[in-house]
């Protein structure tokens, strides 16, 4: 495994950025800075050997502070949206950022997407990565208690990239974490024609603000029925701008298991992902304007907690205690 640390800039807050590129044997590598913990580039090898980057992202750290899509980076404290940016909590009103209409979205207005993450490189066999922690002072974005996070992305020589999270609290709080990059397997275009399955059976409705209802879904026989590979264009028309839809895995609660398979026919590559979460939130790049990629030019698959789960009470619990200790895995497995 080889590993090169780079400077990444400074911040428009004055903190020295990082930058780290780990890469295996096989072709593959990924690249990432410490600004939002940040995906950058992964690099991946099509079926002849060619290996071309798979995800979108921006060319300078200008750009990544500025930037409203997302791209790569940890959203948190709470992943995807809370309705009416609020939530009641041991007999108390919680007040947020509204910064989605009414609702309050991937953890307010600075989310963790804008902070600066210390970071550490991991050496271990037959892979390496980067340890990015950051700690979120009591009341950071309206959320109560002092949380610390520890988030590694790992390559193996196998060409497994993992994404694993850790949180510990101070006193209780909703803590849901996950990545969003933005993927496209064949390196440029849009992925209509790239092609999905899911081990998802159920989804959660939403209403026009992309609340959910509270109801759990089969997925047979909708728009978000992928149980069989298809071409993700294929029924996005049918969903208003495209895909936003929270899919539910149907497996134990915390264990490892299958969520999607992605794969791109004309180059053969294939993403695998696996997670240890209950939801996948499938995004495709609805709002992307072409300044610099067009419009369904990526998907999400952000591994999560239920959206608005703190104010749903069907739905697992998002609270960690301060006698707990979250943990999140997602591991992505590429071929070709």
Same mark, same amino acid.
């Given at each position: 495994?080889?590993?090169?640390?780079?400077?990444?800039?400074?911040?428009?807050?004055?903190?020295?950025?990082?930058?780290?590129?780990?890469?295996?044997?096989?072709?593959?590598?990924?690249?990432?800075?410490?600004?939002?913990?940040?995906?950058?580039?992964?690099?991946?090898?099509?079926?002849?050997?060619?290996?071309?980057?798979?995800?979108?992202?921006?060319?300078?750290?200008?750009?990544?502070?500025?930037?409203?899509?997302?791209?790569?980076?940890?959203?948190?404290?709470?992943?995807?949206?809370?309705?009416?940016?609020?939530?009641?909590?041991?007999?108390?009103?919680?007040?947020?950022?509204?910064?989605?209409?009414?609702?309050?979205?991937?953890?307010?207005?600075?989310?963790?997407?804008?902070?600066?993450?210390?970071?550490?490189?991991?050496?271990?066999?037959?892979? $390496?990565?980067?340890?990015?922690?950051?700690?979120?002072?009591?009341?950071?974005?309206?959320?109560?208690?002092?949380?610390?996070?520890? $988030?590694?992305?790992?390559?193996?020589?196998?060409?497994?990239?993992?994404?694993?999270?850790?949180?510990?609290?101070?006193?209780?709080?909703?803590?849901?974490?996950?990545?969003?990059?933005?993927?496209?397997?064949?390196?440029?275009?849009?992925?209509?024609?790239?092609?999905?399955?899911?081990?998802?059976?159920?989804?959660?409705?939403?209403?026009? $603000?992309?609340?959910?209802?509270?109801?759990?879904?089969?997925?047979?026989?909708?728009?978000?029925?992928?149980?069989?590979?298809?071409?993700?264009?294929?029924?996005?028309?049918?969903?208003?701008?495209?895909?936003?839809?929270?899919?539910?895995?149907?497996?134990?609660?915390?264990?490892?298991?299958?969520?999607?398979?992605?794969?791109?026919?004309?180059?053969?590559?294939?993403?695998?992902?696996?997670?240890?979460?209950?939801?996948?939130?499938?995004?495709?790049?609805?709002?992307?304007?072409?300044?610099?990629?067009?419009?369904?030019?990526?998907?999400?698959?952000?591994?999560?907690?239920? %959206?608005?789960?703190?104010?749903?009470?069907?739905? %697992?619990?998002?609270?960690?205690?301060?006698?707990?200790?979250?943990?999140?895995?997602?591991?992505?497995?590429?071929?070709?």
């Amino acid at each position: 495994m080889q590993v090169i640390q780079t400077k990444a800039g400074t911040s428009s807050t004055g903190r020295k950025v990082e930058g780290v590129t780990i890469s295996n044997g096989r072709g593959m590598s990924f690249s990432a800075i410490s600004y939002g913990a940040t995906i950058t580039k992964v690099n991946v090898p099509d079926s002849r050997g060619s290996a071309a980057n798979v995800v979108l992202g921006y060319e300078t750290l200008e750009e990544y502070e500025r930037g409203t899509a997302f791209f790569g980076c940890i959203v948190g404290r709470f992943a995807n949206r809370i309705a009416g940016a609020r939530f009641m909590l041991g007999g108390k009103e919680y007040q947020l950022a509204k910064n989605d209409g009414a609702n309050s979205l991937h953890g307010g207005t600075r989310g963790f997407d804008k902070m600066v993450w210390s970071a550490r490189v991991l050496r271990r066999r037959n892979a $390496a990565g980067v340890r990015y922690t950051y700690t979120s002072r009591n009341g950071e974005e309206g959320y109560p208690g002092k949380l610390k996070v520890t $988030a590694d992305y790992v390559l193996t020589e196998d060409n497994q990239l993992s994404f694993e999270y850790w949180a510990v609290t101070d006193a209780a709080t909703p803590v849901n974490l996950t990545n969003h990059t933005y993927w496209n397997l064949a390196g440029s275009g849009t992925v209509l024609a790239q092609e999905l399955s899911s081990s998802c059976p159920f989804y959660l409705p939403t209403d026009a $603000a992309l609340i959910p209802t509270g109801e759990v879904a089969r997925s047979a026989g909708t728009p978000v029925d992928f149980s069989a590979a298809k071409p993700i264009g294929r029924d996005i028309a049918s969903v208003g701008l495209g895909y936003d839809h929270c899919l539910v895995l149907r497996k134990p609660y915390d264990a490892l298991g299958h969520a999607c398979t992605a794969r791109d026919p004309a180059s053969g590559r294939t993403l695998e992902l696996w997670t240890t979460q209950p939801g996948v939130q499938l995004y495709t790049g609805n709002h992307l304007d072409g300044r610099p990629f067009p419009k369904h030019g990526a998907f999400c698959l952000e591994t999560q907690h239920f %959206p608005d789960a703190v104010n749903q009470g069907q739905f %697992p619990s998002c609270i960690l205690g301060p006698d707990q200790v979250y943990h999140h895995l997602t591991v992505h497995k590429f071929s070709a």
